[in-house]
T-cell receptor, first 111, second 111 residues
């Protein structure tokens, strides 16, 4: 079974802090994604990576950056957390096409 | 206009009846369409995909696609309480690997 592991299930941070969300997949997938999910807004793509060191902006990249130094690991970075970044963050991977495998999610609260 | 649009529900269906979930999309060039199921507190999981006009059946699930009308639907026959979940329609807009999700339809099966 494909396993996508997100390092933290719950985080509480203060405004202005730097936040790292880590994601690791074990199926040698080329593509990795970071989404955030908010009530009424659904899943929105933040960043996408199709290869090591390659990244593309999604629909809402502002305030975020990403890093993919190894194929299996994709990190989401909030340089200076703000309260409007309080959300559920979902990492996903795929080999190709639209079959995404999601991690369990990281619920971030920014105070 | 939202790029992928779904009725948010909630949609309540008696056990054993047919549940019908609908989705419209804006990109006439889209070629593939995906249905994800998300249980409360869990991550989305892929349940169906469809590429060609017409119907695709998988057990109790049928996906229907009408590209001319830019409309895709999911039918669940013999609905069970375990089908109660939020169903997300997803489309790779712009012909790439990045999925755009609808906001989801919350389905409740009433015993």
């Amino acid at each position: 079974d494909v396993k996508v592991t997100q390092s933290s299930r719950y985080l509480v941070k203060r405004t202005g802090e730097k936040v790292f969300l880590e994601c690791v997949q074990d199926m040698d997938h080329e593509n990795m994604f970071w989404y955030r999910q908010d009530p009424g807004l659904g899943l929105r793509l933040i960043y996408f990576s199709y290869d090591v060191k390659m990244k593309e902006k999604g629909d809402i990249p502002e305030g975020y950056s990403v890093s993919r130094e190894k194929k299996e690991r994709f990190s989401l970075i909030l340089e200076s957390a703000s309260t409007n970044q309080t959300s559920m963050y979902l990492c996903a991977s795929s080999l190709m096409g639209g079959e995404l495998f999601f991690g369990e999610g990281s619920r971030l609260t920014v105070l | 206009q939202k790029e992928v649009e779904q009725n948010s529900g909630p949609l309540s269906v008696p056990e054993g009846a047919i549940a019908s979930l609908n989705c419209t999309y804006s990109d006439r060039g889209s070629q593939s369409f995906f249905w994800y199921r998300q249980y409360s507190g869990k991550s989305p999981e892929l349940i169906m995909f469809i590429y060609s006009n017409g119907d695709k059946e998988d057990g109790r699930f049928t996906a229907q696609l009408n590209k001319a009308s830019q409309y895709v639907s999911l039918l669940i026959r013999d609905s069970q309480p375990s089908d109660s979940a939020t169903y997300l329609c997803a489309v790779p807009l712009g012909g790439n690997e990045k999925l755009t999700f609808g906001t989801g339809t919350r389905l409740t099966i009433i015993p």
